[in-house]
């Protein structure tokens, strides 16, 4: 079993910047991709920021020269920072562990971004 814990979240104002976290534990599992979601009130969830086995990475447009997802294998851990957020980042944000059978998810950790 894999569990995952989202930490970070916290109301900034906008402009500001923030960085969450993404605690890993349990069975090692071979994982394809670690990943960030969010959703907002009222819309659906939309991957933001993904990190590949290999260390490749990609991000939605929305996110793109703000956002940025790394990891620390040491620490069973992946990041997502955020920067010159707006009140439109406000969502739950979730983490995800994705392999090829199945994906993992955390609890998620609320970001608010004030105008």
């Known amino acids: 079993q894999v569990q995952l814990v989202e930490s970070g979240g916290d109301l900034v104002q906008a402009g500001g910047s923030l960085r969450l976290s993404c605690a890993a534990s349990?069975?090692?599992?071979?994982?394809?991709?670690m990943n960030w979601y969010r959703q907002a009130p009222g819309k659906q969830r939309e991957l933001v920021a993904s990190?590949?086995?290999?260390?490749?990475?990609s991000y939605a447009d929305s996110a793109k020269g703000r956002f940025t997802i790394s990891r620390d294998n040491a620490k069973n851990t992946v990041y997502l920072q955020m920067s010159s957020l707006k009140p439109e980042d406000t969502a739950v944000y979730s983490c995800?562990?994705?392999?090829?059978?199945?994906?993992?998810w955390g609890q998620g950790t609320q970001v608010t971004v004030s105008s």
């Open positions: 995800a562990a994705q392999t090829i059978m199945t994906t993992y």
């Open positions: 349990g069975r090692i599992f071979i994982i394809d991709a």
């Open positions: 990190i590949s086995s290999g260390g490749t990475t």
